[in-house]
């Protein structure tokens, strides 16, 4: 299974690459918990497809340009740890960034169910029940 929970999030980073939102959703359960490491838009948690569109619209609207890949992928059985680098440029500001976060997929029944970012490599391993 933890094969398949690795290709799953690859296939999320290859649709959101080509914008392809419909093919996004679907791979995520429709009672989906997404929780950013940084409160960026005014919300710590978003729960369910909805509550996600409008986080990726919020998230998306703040860049003039914004765009995201991982960097390493890590099988943790049901959950995948995702090494993840951000490149954008602020649509007020227009100042360049680049940052890594790390993320903990959890993924039951062939749906992600629950994202959590964290600042550190540490955080995201030990949530997933694994240490470095």
């Known amino acids: 299974m933890s094969e398949e929970n690795l290709e799953i999030v690859r296939r999320v980073y290859e649709a959101v690459a080509r914008r392809d939102t419909a093919t996004v959703l679907a791979m995520y359960d429709p009672e989906i918990e997404w929780r950013p490491w940084r409160d960026l838009t005014g919300r710590s ?10 986080f990726y619209r919020e998230w998306y ?6 765009e995201e890949s991982y960097e390493e992928l890590i099988d943790a059985g049901e959950h995948v740890v995702v090494v993840a680098t951000g490149r ?8 360049p960034v680049q940052w890594t976060q ?14 959590v ?6 955080q995201a391993l030990a949530a997933a029940g694994l240490s470095e």
């Open 117 to 122: 970012w964290f600042p550190t490599r540490e």
């Open 61 to 66: 609207e703040a860049w003039e340009n914004y």
């Open 45 to 54: 948690v978003y729960h369910g497809l909805e509550d996600l569109r409008t």
């Open 88 to 95: 954008g440029r602020g649509r007020a500001s227009g100042v």
């Open 102 to 115: 790390y993320g903990t997929w959890t993924i039951r029944a062939g749906k992600i169910v629950r994202v």
